[in-house]
Nanobody
Framework: QVQLVESGGGLVPAGGSLRLSCAASAGTFSSSFMGWFRQAPGMEREFVAAIGRSGGSTTYADSVKDRFTISRDNAQNTLYLQMNSLNPEDTAVYSC?????????????????????WGQGTQVTVSS
């Protein structure tokens, strides 16, 4: 069982920035693939960003590309999401996810079913 704990959410005005963190209990963090997803009220959970095991490969949803940056610190078992130029449409609960099972040759994963464990999420609210 892997535990993921997100932090860093909050209320920010449009145009502002936030940095989310996701602390993992997994001793296999450095060999696992990670991702961020978000869910707005009344909406389905959607992909935001993903990162490969070493951090060299990243993938972003078109809606956040060039504004958000995903990164990881394998020594600290921590995943990050730097969010800049936030707008009200970014308001959602942000959750991190980890894939610990065999990944084959894939470099990142972008769908819900490809991940094995999820955090509880952290609320991000962007005011207009």
């Amino acid at each position: 069982q892997v535990q993921l704990v997100e932090s860093g959410g909050g209320l920010v005005p449009a145009g502002g920035s936030l940095r989310l963190s996701c602390a993992a209990s997994a001793g296999t963090f450095s060999s696992s693939f990670m991702g961020w997803f978000r869910q707005a009220p009344g909406m389905e959970r959607e992909f935001v960003a993903a990162i490969g095991r070493s951090g060299g490969s990243t993938t972003y949803a078109d809606s956040v590309k060039d504004r958000f940056t995903i990164s990881r610190d394998n020594a600290q078992n921590t995943l990050y999401l730097q969010m800049n130029s936030l707008n009200p449409e970014d308001t959602a609960v942000y959750s991190c996810a980890i894939r610990v099972r065999y990944a084959g040759r894939s470099s990142t994963f972008t769908t819900l079913g490809q991940y094995d464990y999820w955090g509880q999420g952290t609320q991000v609210t962007v005011s207009s």
